[in-house]
């Protein structure tokens, strides 16, 4: 897979993340890791920065629940008005996480 390949990847993984979910940077890259030979959520998260503004970013977080460094305030209003569980300053990771099938 070519590196503009997975850029795609990760942006059409990242559409699929139904309303009300999340996916932490490190499980897109898992999801995507046996097809692609890579398997790094600094990679996603460099990726989400520069291309991600045409997908849903807000709903890719960190592992600890974390909103994307600089757009917390957005991305808070996003995902609370989607439905998303937060627990304090954080996503409540076990009641948002999605997988894809």
Not at 14 to 28: C, D, F, L, Q
Not at 29 to 53: K, Q
Request: glycine share 10%; aromatic share 4%.
């Amino acid at each position: 897979m070519t590196p503009q390949e997975y850029v795609e990847e990760v942006l059409s993984l990242v559409e699929r993340i139904p309303e009300g979910k999340v996916m932490s940077y490190g499980a897109v890259a898992d999801a995507l890791a046996e097809r692609s030979g890579r398997n790094s959520s600094r990679l996603v998260g460099s990726i989400m920065a520069r291309h991600g503004g045409g997908v849903p970013w807000h709903r890719v977080v960190t592992s600890a629940g974390r909103m994307p460094p600089g757009h917390e305030q957005e991305a808070r209003q996003r995902l609370l008005s989607e439905g998303v569980p937060l627990k304090g300053e954080h996503v409540n990771m076990a009641l948002a996480s999605w997988r894809p099938e």
